[in-house]
């Protein structure tokens, strides 16, 4: 039997949010989707098209709102070729993610009972209204556009329900143990000195080493000395920096990545230093001079935070690992033809408003509000609403929904709709926010 924490059952309220204007622009060329057919099954059960429509949309507006937010802008994300031989770009290869993501979610819904979770009638009546309000709010060319019904939305909303809430008891099922080795972290202080850049003169080197030596020479009279106010003496442009390691050595950069941001030459010197010592010798790297000194042998705070990450990342790595074998386990067919009608391309442009009105929660969530981009050409016509305020000065207004009678897990994962994408906001480590929202799509038209 596995032992499990106490799962929290208690629900919290957010607000279901997300207001979304998607745009057919000219040239999109995009086949229509039949929403009630069967685009996959798992293990027997059929998914239609409508629910991963509803998804994918969803999940393109989250990427494309984090991309300008980290970058400024999102450019052509979509038609970037991620597979040179096969040709197979990102809005491609997002649409077999999104899927995968949706054929998740229906076997969590089955494996649910095990971890103790489910969906009351109370979260049924709440999920059902908000779903119906979906439909009041849309007109029918945009529903027709999405392919969806009713009873899908009620059912991504389920499935999404679900997910969040068995994140926490997997991840809690994950026997983690971490030793005070792996956690221990040395903390320092530091001077460093480039020497690279092309404009750089080997004269322009050699007095940047001096001034090194003259550094390291004030630091060993007095190795408590204050090592910035020492470096701005000798130059008022240089500083000193405070950083820590992991005292043992790790070949998993993903583990150790406080240690990994420092070159090896600098790590190797300061694990054989003393409590307060500064290193003899200037450390020289093909980038540049540092002079060092070891502050704390084992800095208390340091290592428990350290702790706390290994802790986090080895449950996430689990959870990651029971679920892709949950779906490698799954007798899962998808049917290519009706996954093929649907597309995602840079010609349905979504951007975050950069102001956005914020509903009182009792959980941390960000709303999914989004607004059409106001650089991409469009169709006139326009579907506002005059009592949500402006994003910005150019930006159109939307509406925004807001039901407080649905529930959420106070522990709902943070990690988004789009972690499975192998884009750069991944490298980034930015977290997309879990989605549970219902989200009002406008369609521009003429």
């Known amino acids: 039997m596995i032992n499990m924490k106490k799962i929290v059952k208690n629900t919290t309220v957010v607000a279901l949010?997300?207001?979304?204007?998607?745009?057919?622009?000219?040239?999109?060329?995009?086949?229509s989707i039949d929403?009630?057919?069967?685009?996959?099954t798992v293990d027997g059960t059929d998914i239609p098209m409508g629910v991963v429509s509803l998804y994918a949309r969803e999940s393109q507006a989250q990427t494309v709102a984090m991309y300008k937010s980290f970058m400024g802008s999102a450019g052509n994300i979509w038609s970037q070729v991620v597979d040179e031989d096969a040709g197979t770009t990102y809005g491609e290869q997002a649409v077999g993610q999104f899927l995968e993501q949706v054929e998740l979610m229906y076997i969590m819904k089955e494996k649910a009972a095990d971890y103790g979770v489910e969906?009351?009638?109370?979260?049924?009546?709440?999920?059902?209204?908000?779903?119906?309000?979906?439909m009041q709010d849309n007109d029918e060319d945009t529903l027709k556009e999405l392919a969806v019904s009713e009873d899908q939305v009620k059912t991504l909303l389920e499935l999404e329900t679900y997910r969040q809430r068995i994140y926490d008891p997997i991840r809690n099922e994950a026997e983690v143990n971490i030793t005070d080795e792996e956690a221990q972290q040395s903390s320092f202080s530091y001077v460093s000195i480039s020497i690279s850049g092309d404009?750089?003169?080997?004269?322009?080197?050699?007095?940047?080493?001096?001034?090194?030596?003259?550094i390291l020479d004030k630091m060993k009279e007095d190795p408590t000395a204050d090592m910035s106010e020492v470096a701005k003496e000798v130059d008022d442009s240089y500083s000193a920096v405070q950083g820590n390691f992991t005292v043992k050595e790790s070949d998993d950069e993903d583990e150790d990545e406080d240690s990994s941001a420092y070159p090896e030459e600098v790590l190797t010197v300061l694990r054989g230093l003393t409590e307060g010592e500064v290193a003899s010798d200037i450390i020289e790297t093909d980038t540049g001079y540092y002079v060092v000194r070891l502050d704390k042998v084992l800095d208390e705070d340091a290592t428990a935070s350290k702790r706390e990450?290994?802790?986090?990342?080895?449950?996430?790595?689990y959870y990651t690992e029971t679920t892709d074998g949950w779906l490698d386990d799954a007798d899962v067919k998808e049917v290519k033809k009706v996954l093929k009608t649907l597309k995602i391309t840079d010609s349905h442009t979504f951007t975050a408003p950069t102001a956005t009105p914020t509903p009182?929660?009792?959980?941390?969530?960000?709303?999914?509000?989004?607004?059409?981009?106001?650089?991409?050409?469009?169709?006139?016509?326009?579907?506002?609403?005059?009592?949500?305020?402006k994003a910005s000065a150019t930006s159109k207004k939307t509406t925004t929904l807001l039901d407080e009678d649905v529930p959420l897990s106070d522990s709902a994962p943070e990690t988004g709709d789009t972690t499975n994408l192998l884009f750069p906001m991944i490298v980034m480590g930015l977290s997309v926010l879990?989605?549970?929202?219902?989200?009002v799509f406008r369609k521009k038209m003429n």
């Open 17 to 31: 949010s997300g207001v979304m204007a998607i745009g057919m622009l000219s040239g999109c060329g995009s086949k």
């Open 35 to 40: 929403g009630e057919k069967t685009v996959a």
């Open 119 to 134: 969906v009351t009638s109370d979260d049924e009546t709440a999920i059902a209204d908000a779903a119906a309000q979906f």
């Open 199 to 214: 404009d750089l003169t080997d004269d322009d080197i050699a007095t940047r080493k001096e001034q090194a030596q003259e």
């Open 309 to 317: 990450s290994l802790q986090s990342s080895k449950e996430e790595d």
């Open 360 to 389: 009182e929660v009792t959980a941390t969530a960000t709303p999914n509000l989004f607004d059409f981009d106001e650089d991409t050409p469009r169709a006139s016509k326009e579907l506002t609403d005059p009592d949500t305020p």
């Open 434 to 439: 879990a989605i549970f929202g219902v989200i």
